[in-house]
């Protein structure tokens, strides 16, 4: 949940982990958070419906285990299973390369 300052453009102050509730800004920098969004459309059953939760750090990667875990129980007996519980970036399109830029995993 944003946290925004009424203003001309209500900017976000702070970021609330929908989660466990705590803030997602350190006092430093800006607030580090991960988003899951979704705008559902036309054929779906929640059709015209969009949702964002932010996630903070724990709970965001929290969740990617979680998903994991129910992708490997659907999966656990055929060769793939495996794979899947060892994967450290599941879910990942981008990391850090050495020269300090990023780029596709
Ligand atoms: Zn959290």
């Known amino acids: 949940m ?30 580090q958070y991960g988003t899951m969004h979704t705008s559902w459309g036309k054929g779906s059953a929640h059709c015209g419906q969009e949702y964002e939760l932010h996630l903070c ?31 450290d970036a599941y879910g990942r399109i981008r990391a850090p390369t050495s020269d300090g830029g990023s780029g596709n995993t």
């Open 57 to 87: 750090e724990r709970c965001f990667f929290s969740q990617i285990a979680e998903m994991k875990r129910a992708r490997w129980l659907a999966v656990m007996f055929d060769q793939e299973g495996d794979a899947i519980l060892g994967d």
């Open 2 to 31: 944003k946290v925004t300052q009424a203003g001309e453009h209500d900017m976000a102050i702070d970021v609330i982990c929908d989660v466990c509730g705590v803030s997602t800004w350190d006092g430093a920098g800006e607030p």
